[in-house]
């Protein structure tokens, strides 16, 4: 499996940014998508994640402000980021939970990081 981040760049407080990630891949069945994010100097931290049922999960610092989305067709998972933050500025990262069809087996795959970065 392999994932294609896009859509970040540089804002203002207070501005808004969608992130895209789309996965692809054979023979793999995606379960869950989802983001991370690293500032400077901070260890890597969930931002939201949502599963293929739809049910979704958010870090407390961006619940209200972020919205995550996906399209199970198109296996691609969105990040709409609202009333960004100088705090929001890290590298974020899209991460996928997939089974292998054939055996089953669980695997963590993360794509390249995107730069969001939120100016005062």
């Known amino acids: 499996v392999q994932l294609q981040a896009s859509g970040g760049g540089s804002v203002q407080t207070g501005g808004s940014l969608r992130l895209s990630c789309a996965a692809s891949?054979?023979?793999?069945?995606?379960?869950?998508m989802g983001w991370y994010r690293q500032a400077p100097g901070k260890a890597r931290e969930l931002v939201a994640h949502?599963?293929?049922?739809?049910?979704?999960n958010y870090a407390d610092s961006v619940k209200g402000r972020f919205t995550i989305s996906r399209d199970n067709a198109k296996n691609t998972v969105y990040l709409q980021m609202n009333t960004l933050k100088p705090e929001d500025t890290a590298i974020y990262y899209c991460?996928?939970?997939?089974?292998?069809?054939?055996?089953?087996?669980?695997?963590?795959?993360w794509g390249q990081g995107t730069l969001v970065t939120v100016s005062s």
């Open positions: 891949g054979r023979d793999f069945s995606i379960k869950l």
């Open positions: 949502i599963t293929n049922g739809m049910s979704t």
């Open positions: 991460h996928a939970v997939a089974t292998a069809i054939a055996t089953v087996e669980i695997y963590d795959y």
